[in-house]
């Protein structure tokens, strides 16, 4: 007898976004998409495909010089679909067309946003979509004119547009290597325009969803919104401001202190989600790369357009801390206790992400004769989504490509995705003797 197997909502996450990469993957490898008109080696063409849809910014090409203007859209394209997800978009063509909704399709929805429950799914779609436009118009809208004062009326329209969807979908991809190649925003490190309207859609874009529904539905009133939206608002504050006090105390104290001040808050909102910078990674101290590191595992908040482990993981994680220290039976926020299903998630995807950061940096740097540290900096970039690099990116070997691939796959569709994509269909486990062991 022939069982017919389900496709589970998190095959449709991990297949969509696989497709979607390859789809992408042979676009860029016509010559069409090629600045010089020539098929561009298939890896390459993966590597830039993968980064753009992963939402992450490494290259192995400099996004302005290398492809035309066809290859360009095609990456803004992929960006877009990653930034707000293949289900999302799906579930909006679906609902555009009239057609009707599964309730798969609704599930896969919730978990791609990670929304509380199924009902109204179809509606906070068109939510997301709407704000979406309206936040990506408005921050191409405010770069116009320094953009196009630089590139002329057109080119200028078409940088704004290009920088303001990457920036609202914490991409990090640029087209600044005009001036330089991978010169990035170095470029505009005091332009007050470029840094608040980039800033602000990063921090937009990696807050989460959700947080935009309270927000429409409670305005300011704080004590309204879910407790995933107080928890997410509260550590991002607290995740750009003390890394920014860190860097204007102790990285950037030579710089004056106007370039100082821009220097220091840029860095720290960009460092846990775009990608972009305006100072010289690679001037910055061990310390400094470490601090950054961190926080590009960090990420943004869950059911947004940012990577990471995310900020209600770490959250949850240092609150259960607490609570051992306190002899708590269980942790909490808000006045809400944290079900220990929450914490084994947390706990889990810590050592996952950590796992894959670490072992893809050992290789990298032993593979490539690179320092550790270094090579630490740009895994942690690539599973976390993030973008940012110490500039080895292009000169590394295919093995090393490959690595920062998987990692950036991984690091988008989510660890825990992929387990639960692979074993979905499995039985229920029975449950064995318990046995007491001492941690700690």
């Given at each position: 007898?022939?069982?017919?197997?389900?496709?589970?909502?998190?095959?449709?996450?991990?297949?969509?976004?696989?497709?979607?990469?390859?789809?992408?993957?042979?676009?860029?490898?016509?010559?069409?998409?090629?600045?010089?008109?020539?098929?561009?080696?298939?890896?390459?063409?993966?590597?830039?495909?993968?980064?753009?849809?992963?939402?992450?910014?490494?290259?192995?090409?400099?996004?302005?010089?290398?492809?035309?203007?066809?290859?360009?859209?095609?990456?803004?394209?992929?960006?877009?679909?990653?930034?707000?997800?293949?289900?999302?978009?799906?579930?909006?063509?679906?609902?555009?067309?009239?057609?009707?909704?599964?309730?798969?399709?609704?599930?896969?929805?919730?978990?791609?946003?990670?929304?509380?429950?199924?009902?109204?799914?179809?509606?906070?779609?068109?939510?997301?979509?709407?704000?979406?436009?309206?936040?990506?118009?408005?921050?191409?809208?405010?770069?116009?004119?320094?953009?196009?004062?630089?590139?002329?009326?057109?080119?200028?329209?078409?940088?704004?547009?290009?920088?303001?969807?990457?920036?609202?979908c914490n991409a990090g991809f640029d087209l600044m290597g005009v001036r330089g190649?991978?010169?990035?925003?170095?470029?505009?490190?005091?332009?007050?325009?470029?840094?608040?309207?980039v800033m602000a859609l990063i921090v937009i874009g990696g807050i989460g969803f959700?947080?935009?529904?309270?927000?429409?539905?409670?305005?300011?009133?704080?004590?309204?919104?879910?407790?995933?939206?107080?928890?997410?608002?509260?550590?991002?504050?607290?995740?750009?401001?003390?890394?920014?006090?860190?860097?204007?105390?102790?990285?950037?104290?030579?710089?004056?202190?106007?370039?100082?001040?821009?220097?220091?808050?840029?860095?720290?909102?960009?460092?846990?989600?775009?990608?972009?910078?305006?100072?010289?990674?690679?001037?910055?101290?061990?310390?400094?790369?470490?601090?950054?590191?961190?926080?590009?595992?960090?990420?943004?908040?869950?059911?947004?357009?940012?990577?990471?482990m995310k900020t209600t993981t770490v959250a949850v994680l240092l609150a259960t801390?607490?609570?051992?220290?306190?002899?708590?039976?269980?942790?909490?926020?808000?006045?809400?206790?944290?079900?220990?299903?929450?914490?084994?998630?947390?706990?889990?995807?810590?050592?996952?992400?950590?796992?894959?950061?670490?072992?893809?940096?050992?290789?990298?740097?032993?593979?490539?004769?690179?320092?550790?540290?270094?090579?630490?900096?740009?895994?942690?970039?690539?599973?976390?989504?993030?973008?940012?690099?110490?500039?080895?990116?292009?000169?590394?070997?295919?093995?090393?490509?490959?690595?920062?691939?998987?990692?950036?796959?991984?690091?988008?569709?989510?660890?825990?995705?992929?387990?639960?994509?692979?074993?979905?269909?499995?039985?229920?486990?029975?449950?064995?003797?318990?046995?007491?062991?001492?941690?700690?």
């Amino acid at each position: 007898m022939k069982i017919r197997r389900q496709i589970s909502t998190s095959q449709i996450i991990i297949l969509g976004f696989a497709a979607v990469i390859l789809l992408g993957s042979v676009l860029l490898t016509l010559p069409i998409a090629a600045a010089a008109r020539h098929w561009t080696p298939f890896p390459d063409a993966l590597f830039t495909a993968t980064s753009a849809v992963c939402v992450t910014g490494l290259v192995v090409h400099d996004t302005a010089t290398y492809w035309s203007l066809f290859g360009q859209l095609v990456i803004l394209v992929l960006i877009q679909i990653g930034g707000m997800g293949v289900v999302t978009l799906a579930v909006a063509a679906l609902t555009a067309a009239k057609a009707r909704i599964s309730l798969k399709h609704r599930s896969a929805m919730q978990e791609a946003v990670s929304a509380p429950h199924v009902g109204g799914i179809v509606q906070l779609t068109g939510f997301i979509l709407t704000m979406t436009a309206v936040f990506e118009l408005a921050g191409a809208f405010a770069m116009a004119p320094v953009f196009c004062k630089e590139f002329g009326f057109l080119k200028g329209l078409w940088y704004s547009l290009f920088h303001s969807i990457s920036a609202f979908c914490n991409a990090g991809f640029d087209l600044m290597g005009v001036r330089g190649e991978y010169s990035s925003l170095t470029g505009f490190i005091t332009q007050p325009a470029i840094n608040l309207t980039v800033m602000a859609l990063i921090v937009i874009g990696g807050i989460g969803f959700l947080v935009w529904a309270d927000v429409r539905d409670h305005g300011l009133t704080l004590r309204k919104y879910r407790m995933q939206s107080k928890v997410a608002l509260t550590v991002s504050v607290l995740l750009i401001l003390l890394p920014a006090l860190y860097f204007f105390c102790l990285e950037f104290d030579k710089m004056p202190l106007g370039e100082r001040i821009w220097a220091s808050l840029f860095q720290s909102v960009t460092a846990r989600t775009a990608g972009f910078n305006t100072a010289d990674l690679n001037g910055m101290s061990e310390t400094g790369k470490a601090v950054m590191t961190i926080l590009m595992l960090i990420g943004g908040s869950p059911g947004s357009t940012a990577g990471g482990m995310k900020t209600t993981t770490v959250a949850v994680l240092l609150a259960t801390g607490v609570a051992v220290f306190r002899r708590r039976e269980s942790a909490h926020f808000f006045g809400r206790r944290l079900a220990d299903e929450t914490v084994r998630t947390a706990a889990t995807v810590l050592v996952m992400y950590l796992t894959l950061f670490t072992a893809g940096g050992f290789i990298i740097s032993r593979v490539e004769g690179l320092p550790l540290l270094t090579c630490m900096f740009e895994t942690a970039s690539a599973v976390g989504t993030v973008g940012l690099t110490l500039g080895i990116t292009p000169q590394l070997g295919l093995a090393s490509h490959l690595i920062l691939i998987v990692l950036m796959y991984l690091g988008r569709v989510g660890g825990l995705t992929l387990i639960f994509a692979a074993i979905s269909g499995g039985g229920t486990a029975a449950r064995l003797p318990q046995e007491k062991i001492t941690v700690g």
